[in-house]
């Protein structure tokens, strides 16, 4: 079981683009959602996560401002919504899960499971 990412694209800096999460009905209402990205040659950072009942909300300070992250229950999505984007926002984009017993707060992405292939973002200047 794994987290489908997608709608990622080429887009100039200053451009918007919406990446969805289809998240499993087996695990959605259930584990905190988040996006971390990894750019090449560098390792994978958070993003933004959204707790499963989808009240609360955590960014990366290079993205506060920026990016919005939402969820769906009717879909069994989560949304990053990614606005005035920067070259340096350029990177794969995964959404994982909170594993069993994580905590609210964690960023590492040893902490989240269930990665899928992720989306391509890239940002031209």
């Known amino acids: 079981v794994q987290l489908q990412a997608s709608g990622g694209g080429l887009v100039q800096a200053g451009g918007s683009l919406r990446l969805s999460c289809v998240v499993p009905?087996?695990?959605?209402?259930?584990?905190?959602i988040a996006w971390f990205r990894q750019a090449p040659g560098k390792e994978r950072e958070f993003v933004a996560v959204?707790?499963?009942?989808?009240?609360?909300?955590d960014y990366a300070d290079s993205v506060k401002g920026r990016f919005a992250i939402s969820n769906d229950n009717a879909k069994n999505t989560v949304y990053l919504r990614m606005n005035n984007l920067k070259p340096e926002d350029t990177a794969l984009y995964y959404c994982?899960?909170?594993?069993?017993?994580?905590?609210?707060?964690?960023?590492?992405?040893?902490?989240?499971?269930?990665w899928g292939h992720g989306t391509q973002v890239t940002v031209s200047s």
């Open positions: 994982g899960a909170l594993r069993s017993g994580g905590s609210w707060g964690t960023h590492s992405p040893n902490d989240f499971e269930k």
């Open positions: 009905q087996s695990l959605f209402g259930k584990q905190n």
């Open positions: 959204i707790t499963w009942t989808g009240r609360t909300e």
